[in-house]
């Protein structure tokens, strides 16, 4: 081990960057790739990194693959190739596991040669509506989806950016990179055993939660109403601004029905006429002074018929790289940036009452709102929502490009895995090919690379080279290695398994799994051991994240429309960690003896 330890005031600077990091990721004090690219930049301004240092991870191969493995992800995703597949696979099987097996199975089978965010935002409305047709509560369903394309996502090296990541980390060390199936010897097993506790523990651990859009479909009386315009009052001539209905609290005008035809949007210079039928979509608790008002009268008519071709009901979940976390619609001014108006707001399973523009927005909540038909592609690919579902109606896809966007995935993993040319170079391509073939515009390609994903890589090297030069991993690994002796070396790759996983519920897995790295190294290396198989173990436990729902992204997307709660996760979640710390501490030292 080497002489220079915890002693050095680098270590100790960097220890506490390293803390405080965790800190306000954990806390959500900010988007992560804003505190991990922050921490960096302290690290660089106090003298513990030089600028090469810093900033490698953005010349690391690593960052670019993951890029082009997003855009062709989203080529997938746009053409609905998997959608379909998974409406025609899932059918009317006779039970619920029979159900979750026809969707677990090719859903990791999917994961594990496409990123899984895209994958799983492509398969909740298939699955949400195949759970409303059957009647089933889909929250029996959502959050096996999601383990089950984390679970996929351990069998190739691109089935996860975490894996591709610790591959990089691999040629920076100049160490070979991962193989296409390497890191599958021990995934695989993994994969399947935890597929199999899935299919067995979800229909009995699962609680039957009420999902957001179900709360829209019992109860849309609550949120539209209907009033018409009184001839001869004071709104009759008057327009929308001047009638003081563009800012109602908690209200938004959203269609008018004069005659059958139907305005929406409506404008703000928009006449009101006598005999005009408004519909206002809010909360029914706000309209008191609507009714109160001489100018407008109660409308008894049907509510149901909004005019689809350009207004629906659309599903948004708030990720942790949102604007809106920490704000309220009224802060973001949400209708005029938006042109969209919220409904309702969900959180944990249940809906947030009170005046919905004074609510403080949260990662994780679910906002149902109403909003023109484009609200989809505009919004699909911005960090401002983890995923967007229509609600109402099919969600229109690129049907006709699916079949290049299957031979291009094809190509790439057939490539990759042959050896052909390296995966830099085969996600490379096969993102040319997904722009040259139409099969997405530029401005597709552009938004189907998360910026943040890529920001949160880059700047985690720079950390991750500060752990390693001060000393400090080789602190933390003589700790494990010390602490943990009389247990043997399964001992310390039980203790670095387990400290992958509790940091990895704590910030993201490409940050988890980069901090780990230099002391999973490190610990090899005071074992006399190589190093190989501690490093693939940490890749796959990075990506482990079964605890709670904000430890990975797909479990994020899956909560508020699965009407889950914060402890649902542990209760499925728990069976599956343990099996995957149980499977690589047994399976890594069989195919990569210490």
């Known amino acids: 081990m080497p002489a220079r330890c915890l002693v050095s005031w680098e270590a100790w600077f960097t220890l506490g960057v390293v803390v405080l990091t965790i800190v306000a990721v954990a806390r959500e004090v900010s988007a992560p790739s804003a505190i991990i690219f922050g921490a960096t930049v302290v690290l660089l301004v106090a003298g513990v990194l030089e600028p090469a240092q810093a900033f490698a991870g953005f010349s690391n191969p690593a960052p670019i693959t993951v890029a082009a493995l997003y855009v062709i992800a989203a080529a997938v995703e746009r053409t609905g190739l998997l959608g379909p597949l998974l409406d025609r696979v899932l059918g009317r099987p006779l039970g619920e596991r029979a159900a979750l097996a026809r969707m677990a199975l090719p859903a990791a089978a999917s994961s594990a040669f496409l990123n899984n965010t895209p994958i799983v935002a492509t398969l909740m409305p298939a699955v ?13 369903f959502l959050m096996p989806l999601s383990y089950a394309a984390i679970l996929g996502g351990m069998v190739t090296v691109i089935g996860t950016s975490t894996n591709v990541v610790v591959s990089g980390l691999l040629e920076a060390e100049d160490m070979k990179p991962l193989g296409f199936f390497e890191i599958g010897k021990a995934g695989l097993p993994i994969a399947l055993v935890g597929l199999a506790a899935l299919l067995v523990l979800a229909p009995i651990v699962l609680p039957r939660r009420r999902p957001a859009r179900r709360d829209l ?23 929308v601004r001047d009638g003081g209905l563009r800012h109602l609290s908690g209200l938004f005008l ?35 002074d609507l009714h109160n008002t001489k100018s407008l009268a109660a409308d008894g008519g049907d509510i149901e018929g909004f005019d689809t071709a350009r207004l629906a009901f659309f599903e948004a979940v708030v990720g942790s790289a949102s604007p809106l976390v920490g ?9 005029a940036r938006y042109q969209a108006a919220v409904v309702a707001i969900h959180r944990a399973g249940q809906r947030v009452e009170g005046k919905l523009g004074e609510v403080r927005l949260r990662v994780g909540d679910t906002l149902l709102l109403l909003a023109g038909s484009s609200f989809l592609p505009r919004w699909r690919d911005r960090s401002d929502f983890l995923v967007v579902s229509r609600l109402s109606g099919v969600e229109p896809t690129r049907s006709g490009k699916a079949l290049f966007a299957g031979l291009i995935t094809a190509g790439v993993v057939v490539a990759a895995a042959s050896g052909l040319v390296s995966i ?6 096969g993102a040319l090919a997904v722009f040259l073939t139409g099969t997405l515009t530029a401005g597709e390609v552009r938004n189907a690379i998360d910026l943040n994903v890529l920001v949160v890589i880059g700047s985690s090297f720079g950390i ?4 390693h030069t001060t000393g400090l991993a080789d602190k933390i690994a003589t700790l494990i290695v010390d602490g943990l002796a009389p247990l043997g070396q399964h001992g310390v790759l039980f203790g670095l398994v387990l400290a992958t996983i509790l940091l990895t519920e704590m910030i993201t897995n490409n940050a988890a799994a980069i901090l780990m790295f230099p002391i999973g190294v490190a610990a090899a290396a005071g074992l006399g051991v190589d190093p190989r198989g501690f490093i693939i173990a940490v890749a796959l436990a990075a990506s482990a994240s079964f605890l709670t729902p904000i430890g990975y992204q797909t479990n994020t997307m899956v909560w508020g429309p699965g009407g889950y709660r914060f402890s649902d996760y542990a209760r499925l979640g ?6 995957t710390v149980g499977g690589l501490v047994t399976f890594v030292p069989v195919f990569w003896p210490f």
Not at 128 to 140: F, K, P, T, Y
Not at 464 to 467: E, K
Request: glycine share 12%.
């Open 128 to 140: 949400s509506r195949w759970a409303d047709r059957s009647q089933r509560s889909v929250s029996g």
């Open 217 to 239: 479909e019992t109860d849309i009386r609550e949120y539209v109403v209907d009033m018409t315009v009184v001839a001869g009052g004071a709104l009759d001539g008057a327009t």
């Open 254 to 288: 959203v269609q008018i029905d004069r005659g059958g035809q139907v305005i929406a949007p409506v404008s703000p210079s928009v006449e009101l006429h006598g005999g005009d039928r408004l519909r206002f979509v809010g909360k029914a608790d706000d309209v008191a």
């Open 327 to 335: 704000r309220s619609l009224r802060d973001v001014g949400f209708r």
């Open 424 to 429: 830099l170079e085969a996600s490379l391509v």
């Open 464 to 467: 991750g080279v500060a752990v």
């Open 574 to 579: 728990l069976p599956l960690t343990v099996i």
